[in-house]
Antibody, heavy 118, light 106 residues
Framework: EVQLVESGGGLVQPGGSLRLSCAASGFTISSFSMDWVRQAPGKGLVWLSRITIDGSITINADSVKGRFTFSRDNAKNTLFVQMNSLRVEDTAVYYC???????????WGQGTLVTVSS | DIQMTQSPSSLSASLGDRVTITCRASQGISSNLGWYQQKPGKAPKRLIFSASSLQSGVPSRFSGSGSGTEFTLTISSLQPEDFATYYCLQYNSFPWTFGQGTKVEI
């Protein structure tokens, strides 16, 4: 069974840093592109980033460019996002998603909540 | 960036009703559109991909249509478990963009 489990969320002060993980099981991430999406409380879904199969290319949404670094460790079957210079507006549930054969999300994780507040 | 305009933002419906949700793309996206259902506190769930293909395991009362710039999600007979928020997603070009969501409630 395909599973994606995000972790690492929590409360952080503005300007702080946090590292999120997305552990995959039931499939090998090295065979798929993987994306991150976030959702602010009570708001809609916002796409953030694509990591290709070999991790050599990421495409970041402008809102997080220069502050968030997306990566993958194929050996650990895990994705990461290093979030620096966090802002109040980064408060959201962060989801990882698998990009399937039809080039859209065929599986999502359950999400992890990041709260940026003083 | 491609803007996805989803309407309505919310709707009130009754069990058994036929419900239609529309997404309009600011430029042509071929059939590179998906529909997702999200319930409170849960991750989105794929319903439709490639504009009109039904995800395995999703009830046949859900259907999608359209191509280019106009897309529709239809629920033929609303069931209790269908009360949720629905999002369209264009994956024709980066950055991928979602519609604003449609909340379906009683």
């Amino acid at each position: 069974e395909v599973q994606l489990v995000e972790s690492g969320g929590g409360l952080v002060q503005p300007g702080g840093s946090l590292r999120l993980s997305c552990a995959a099981s039931g499939f090998t991430i090295s065979s798929f592109s993987m994306d991150w999406v976030r959702q602010a409380p009570g708001k809609g879904l916002v796409w953030l980033s694509r990591i290709t199969i070999d991790g050599s290319i990421t495409i970041n949404a402008d809102s997080v460019k220069g502050r968030f670094t997306f990566s993958r460790d194929n050996a650990k079957n895990t994705l990461f996002v290093q979030m620096n210079s966090l802002r109040v507006e980064d408060t959201a549930v962060y989801y990882c998603g698998r990009v399937g054969g039809y080039n859209d999300f065929d599986h999502w994780g359950q999400g992890t909540l990041v709260t940026v507040s003083s | 960036d491609i803007q996805m305009t989803q309407s309505p933002s919310s709707l009130s419906a009754s069990l058994g009703d036929r419900v239609t949700i529309t997404c309009r793309a600011s430029q042509g996206i071929s059939s590179n559109l998906g529909w997702y259902q999200q319930k409170p506190g849960k991750a989105p769930k794929r319903l439709i991909f490639s504009a009109s293909s039904l995800q395995s395991g999703v009830p046949s009362r859900f259907s999608g249509s359209g191509s280019g710039t106009e897309f529709t999600l239809t629920i033929s007979s609303l069931q209790p478990e269908d009360f949720a928020t629905y999002y369209c997603l264009q994956y024709n070009s980066f950055p991928w963009t979602f519609g604003q969501g449609t909340k379906v409630e009683i």
